[in-house]
């Protein structure tokens, strides 16, 4: 289960398990910059996916992953509906990868879980009190 509670003015406690994270805003959006958004967490859910899944298909296979990174930039879209319209990752493994390898390595970052989930998205239900 997870949990959110609100903090102050915009921020908010997010406990996961035995984890508390900050969820704020920034300053010119009326927050006080105390962590990341929700958007900025959703983009972060996908990016330590893929790494995660990167780095276990290339110990797998004997191959360096220790330092491993991947970078996520994201658009949001204009007008009176929010809502990310696209994702861009780097994957950016610690030394150069063959072809072959660059190649089964897009595909496996390409079935993380959280990638899955937002190729076909679940339902959301929301329930008051």
Not at 16 to 43: A, I, K, M, S, W
Not at 60 to 69: F, G, I, K, S
Not at 74 to 79: E, K, Q, V
């Amino acid at each position: 289960m997870i949990e959110v509670t609100h903090v102050a003015n915009r921020a908010f406690a997010l406990f996961v398990r035995d984890h508390e994270l900050t969820v704020d805003q920034p300053v010119e959006e009326g927050g006080d910059n105390d962590g990341p958004t929700p958007l900025e967490l959703f983009v972060s859910a996908l990016a330590s996916c893929a790494a995660s899944d990167a780095t276990r298909f290339l110990r797998l296979l004997d191959q360096p992953y220790e330092h491993l990174r991947v970078k996520a930039d994201f658009t949001l879209a204009d007008g009176p509906a929010p809502r990310i319209t696209g994702i861009r990752l780097r994957v950016l493994p610690p030394t150069p990868l063959t072809a072959v390898l660059e190649q089964s390595l897009r595909a496996v970052v390409g079935r993380c879980a959280v990638h899955n989930s937002l190729c076909a998205p679940p339902g959301i239900t929301v329930e008051i009190g």
